[in-house]
Structure formats: C-alpha cells, structure tokens
C-alpha cells in the first residue's frame, strides 16, 4: 500500500517555467499514469489517501482516487474527466484509460518532437481508433449467459484486486444472484435492483434477498404493536401508498393551540381521534393491510392502525414509493380521501424481518415486475460505501454481458492482439500517419506491460513473450499473473465485456488527440462580473475546477 498525502499532490502542477507546452502536458498526464499503475488488475496494490484533515481512504478504484486528489494541470484535468466518463457511463475499466490516455500522450510526444505534424498524428491516432472500433465486437467470443460460472468470471474480472481474492468472488456470486433473479430476455433493468448497504455485521453477511427491502432503522419507524402476535407476515397482501403525512393538520401560521379550558382540550382531542378515525376507515375501506407512507405518521395513528390489523410504514424513501407502485399498481395519494380500491395495489406479500438487527420490510410476490435487493454489509461505514461501488461495477459488467452475450479476454490479450493487427495496418500507408499508427500500437501495450509489473514479472520478457504468442495466432493470449506466464485468457476466465475496453480506448484516444493538439497555452482573465459569478458557484465544483459528477448513477439504484 502506498501512502499519498493527497495536498502534495500539487505537483501535478503547473510550472511556469516550462519551456514547451507539450513537454508539461505529457509529463503532466504521465505523473496522473504513474500514480495509478501500481493498482491495476488483480495484483494492483491499493493507495491511503490521507486528506489535510486526516481522513483516511484506502482504494484501489481509479476513479475514486482521481475524485479525491488536488490536481490543478489543466491536461491532468482533460485526462481526469475521461476516467469520470468511463466511470459513470460504464463503470468499469477507469485505471486503464488513464493509464493508456498518458501512454498515447507519450508516444505521441516523441512523434511530435521528431517532426511528425499534430494532424498527421491525430489522423494516425483516427485510423487506429477506428480499426479497433471495428475489431473489438470481432474479437469478442460468445458466453452462455444462463452460465452462472461464467458471469461470475465475468463480474470477478472486473473487480479482481479491489479485496482479497476470496471476497471478490463472494460479491461476484452475490451480484450474479441479483442480476439473474430479475434478468428478463436478455435484458437487465437496473431499476429492479434495489442495493442497500448497512455498516454494522460482516461482510460475509452480505446477501440477495427476492423483493423489496425497505429500510425501517433509518426512519423513527418502529412497528407499534399492540400485542406480540400482530402478524410479521402478510400474504396476498393488499398495500396503500400515501405522499403526504398522516398527522392532523394544524392551521397554518398557528404555532401552538390555545387551550382555554379542559373542554377545549376535549375538543381537540375529539377532533383529532376524529381525524384518525376517517384515516383508519378510509384505509380499512380498501382492505389495506399495510400502508407505506412517505412522511410522517402521527404515532396515535400508527397504534390505531395497528390495533385494526394493519402495518403502518412511514418515512419511506421516495424512489421506494415509486418502485412500490410500479410493482405492485398501486398509486400513492395526496390526500386520504383520493384513497378507493383503483388506488391499491394487491397481491402482494409483505414480512417484517431483522436482518443482522436491522428492521426491515420485505414486499414480495409481485406479478410482472420482478424485484431484488441486494443487501451489503461491511465492519464500518467505509467499508460498506466501498462495497457499494464495487457492486455497481459488478452489476455494469453483468448487464454489460448479458446483453451483449460476447465478452473479450482480458489479462492483456486484447490489447496485445489488436497492437498486432496495427502494427501490419501501419505498413499499409506510407505517409507519417504510418509512424502514428504504430505508436499507438506501442501505447496500446502499456496494458499488458502494467499487468506485469504488478504481479512482479518482467515486463519486457512478459511483453516479448506476449508477442510471440499472437504472432503466431494465439489471439487470446493474455498474461496469467499468478505462474507469470502466458496462457489462453478464455481457458483462464478472464473476461471483460467489449463496451468497457471499446470506451476506455476511444476516451483515452479523445483526450490524447485533444492535448496533442494543444501547442500553447493562454491564460485568460474573465471580466469583474463573470470573475464574480464563477466564485459563488465555487461550492459546486470540484477543488480542481471540473463540476463534480453526481453521487447518482445513471440508472436508479435504492440507497
Ligand atoms: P480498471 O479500472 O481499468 O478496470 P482494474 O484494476 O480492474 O482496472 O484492472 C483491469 C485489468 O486487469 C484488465 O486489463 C483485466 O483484463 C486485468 N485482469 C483482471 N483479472 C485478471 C486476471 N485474473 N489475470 C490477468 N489479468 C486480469
Ligand atoms: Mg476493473
């Protein structure tokens, strides 16, 4: 593990003095390269962010790394946002980007300096680009994906090195199992996984469980039973949705009720029993067995619904509501008396269980509209959050092969067999292009040449050996880090999906086009206003002056 105080990583700064322009950028993308090389694949160590304030992460995520370090390289920058993108569009295959975005920058450094024009670089850098574009879906290979082995090779390949060994394919397994409850011809809908991770228990608990799980530990919500044998299990349930809170309404403007006398405080005692009341009836009306409120229940209320049998569920997230009503039909009201059997969902079954002390409520059953949560716990808050995101990587790939039906082998193979390819393409032209096309190639295998630097091989014997193995057809030979030899990476389950590798070449190759072409570098002052304006949005940006992506993911997740 190495240790990154992160405020010195300012050094990935800009240096007035620097003769040329390309010179820094290439050096500044290589510095950002450098500090996640030792973390790729599944012998990649791991880096302790230390934060001014002393807080403390430890990842091996290139993304999340990238996320927490001060960089303040404006081509650092270009670089990092393309490790963003490939982390929010695919989730997977972030290191390697960087990794191959700096190695396309180098190489294209030194064409540059020997004469070769930055057009003719780029058109080189765009031939490459676009024969591999075509080849990756060619060099792909179909997997059964009814195989659970498989996709768990496949999920295991993406996460390898994050955790020990055992622990990736613990989460493997338990992703496989999600995605395969609510996989429906070929096709995955991430907004029928719901993923919750709760610190606390151990990691080994982690589990898949069929159906809804909506939290009850986070809201005040406690079950108010009035006797121990209110039931824990409802079958063929029917269930409300409420959006708005289940308390007596006060007038507006009024803070506290005057109470002259004791009959006032009857009278507003009949008042709100009288208003518990039309609520207990109106629900009662439509046969609720339990109702799932957005916002608070009053806990009058919650005992009355109680004492008539049904389950009374507040504060629950809205997302949960919506999928809550997608599942089951029913349609959350605004007011209780909108409240009529159109509005209900049926059917359905609904268990009130601990799952490692955590109270939840479990809704099942559902006729079309499959659901699964996927339940993470971790020792600590951080280990749990860490969980969570490997799991979205996990769930990116499977769908990402499911869909696709084709993975690419990974361990270097594909990188190795496409630098070939280029390499004889390269002799098809005879303009500098040609010299371009062939650097790419050369960056193309930093890939493999990583790989075997981590696991301790000899990077130029592994690459020597690689070559030799495609050269002579062995297309998908990749590097088995564990015998430091080089085998066949389909024979050895090591399988990526062709989305992750097509984006993460295409993105390094955007941003490497992109900085080669800079040749000088202006700085700009903006007018007093725009000056102004751009200060008080500071909060919303990143400390390095990219806006910071969402938390969210591009498909729904529950929390
Ligand atoms: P990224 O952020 O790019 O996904 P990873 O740390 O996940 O980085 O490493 C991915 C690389 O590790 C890929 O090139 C993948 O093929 C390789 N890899 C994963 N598992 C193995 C394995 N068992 N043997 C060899 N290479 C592997
Ligand atoms: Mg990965």
Known sequence: MATHDVSTHSFIGENKRESSVLESNVRASQALAEMLRTTLGPKGLDKMLVS???EIVVTNDGASILNRIDITHPVANLVVEVAQQQDTKVGDGTTSAVILASELVNQAGKLLEHGVHPTKLIEGYHIASTHISERLSELARPIDTTDKEQLQHV????????????ASAFLAERAVDAVRAIEHNGCVDFERITRKTFPGGSFYDSTVVDGLVIDMQESSTDVVSPSEEFPRQFTDATIALVDRQMTVDKPTGVGAVDLESHDDYE????????VYN????????????VLFCQQAIDDPL???LARNGILAVERTRRDELEKLARATGAHPVQQIDDLTV????????VERRTLNETKVTIVSGFEEFDQVSLIARGGTAHVAEETKRVLDDCFYVLKLAIEDGV??????????????ELRSLATEYDGREQLAISAFADALEIIPKTLAETAGMNPIDALIELRTHHHEGDSTAGLDLESGTVVDMFEQSVLEPVYVKQRSIS???EAANLIVRIDDRLSVTGSEEEHDHEHSHDHSHRPNGLVESTEGYPWSLGH
């Open 52 to 54: 001014p304030e002393g």
């Open 155 to 166: 999920a295991h390949t993406s996460i390898t090195g994050k955790w020990d060994d055992q």
């Open 267 to 274: 009278a507003l005692l009949a008042y709100e029993t009288n």
């Open 278 to 289: 039309e609520y207990v009836e109106r629900l009662s009306a439509v046969e609720s067995d």
């Open 302 to 304: 919650r005992y009355m």
């Open 342 to 349: 159109a509005e209900v969902g049926r059917g359905v079954d």
């Open 407 to 420: 993975v690419l082998p990974g361990g270097g193979a594909t990188e190795a067999e496409l630098a070939r």
């Open 507 to 509: 993105g390094a190759t």
